[in-house]
Antibody, heavy 118, light 107 residues
Framework: EVQLEESGGGLVQPGGSLRLSCVGSGFTFTKYYISWVRQAPGKGLEWVGNINQDGSEKTYVDSVKGRFTISRDNAKNSLYLQMNSLRAEDTAVYYC???????????WGQGTTVTVSS | DIQMTQSPSSLSASVGDRVTITCRASQSISSYLNWYQQKPGKAPKLLIYAASTLQSGVPSTFSGSGSGTDFTLSISSLQPEDFATYYCQQSYSTPRTFGQGTKVEIK
């Protein structure tokens, strides 16, 4: 079964850091872009960024540029989201998603919750 | 960034009704348009990609159309399991922006 599973969410103070992980299984991880998408409580979906197959290309939404870093370890079928200088507005459920042709998120994880609060 | 605007924001419908949701892009995105369904507490699910291609396993009651800036998602006969929130997303350029969502509720 094709799956993605996120972990690493939690409660963090404003200005703090957190690293999310996403592990893929049931498919050839190295063939796909992977994206991060988040959803603030009661709000819609926001694309955060993505990374290409070998990790050499990363793209971010402006609101996280310079604070968030996407990386991957293909040997571990894993994707990471390093989040620094966290703000209250970063509070959300964070999903990783497999991108077909870098354009279509066809498989999603169950999400991990990040709460930024003092 | 490309802005995606959905209408309506919410609608009430009955089982068996035909439902249409509209998505408009702030500039031409060719056919780079995806539709997702999300139920409360669950991850989004891909329904349609490239504006009109049905994802494997999605019922044929769902269909998509459009190109350029104007797109529609149609449900030909609403089923109980279709009550959810629907999002469009452009994949023409990054950031890959979503519409604000359309909540389909039971009348």
């Amino acid at each position: 079964e094709v799956q993605l599973e996120e972990s690493g969410g939690g409660l963090v103070q404003p200005g703090g850091s957190l690293r999310l992980s996403c592990v893929g299984s049931g498919f050839t991880f190295t063939k796909y872009y992977i994206s991060w998408v988040r959803q603030a409580p009661g709000k819609g979906l926001e694309w955060v960024g993505n990374i290409n197959q070998d990790g050499s290309e990363k793209t971010y939404v402006d609101s996280v540029k310079g604070r968030f870093t996407i990386s991957r370890d293909n040997a571990k079928n894993s994707l990471y989201l390093q989040m620094n200088s966290l703000r209250a507005e970063d509070t959300a459920v964070y999903y990783c998603a497999r991108d077909v042709s870098s354009r279509v998120a066809d498989v999603w994880g169950q999400g991990t919750t990040v709460t930024v609060s003092s | 960034d490309i802005q995606m605007t959905q209408s309506p924001s919410s609608l009430s419908a009955s089982v068996g009704d035909r439902v249409t949701i509209t998505c408009r892009a702030s500039q031409s995105i060719s056919s780079y348009l995806n539709w997702y369904q999300q139920k409360p507490g669950k991850a989004p699910k891909l329904l349609i990609y490239a504006a009109s291609t049905l994802q494997s396993g999605v019922p044929s009651t769902f269909s998509g159309s459009g190109s350029g800036t104007d797109f529609t998602l149609s449900i030909s006969s609403l089923q109980p399991e279709d009550f959810a929130t629907y999002y469009c997303q452009q994949s023409y350029s990054t950031p890959r922006t979503f519409g604000q969502g359309t909540k389909v509720e039971i009348k």
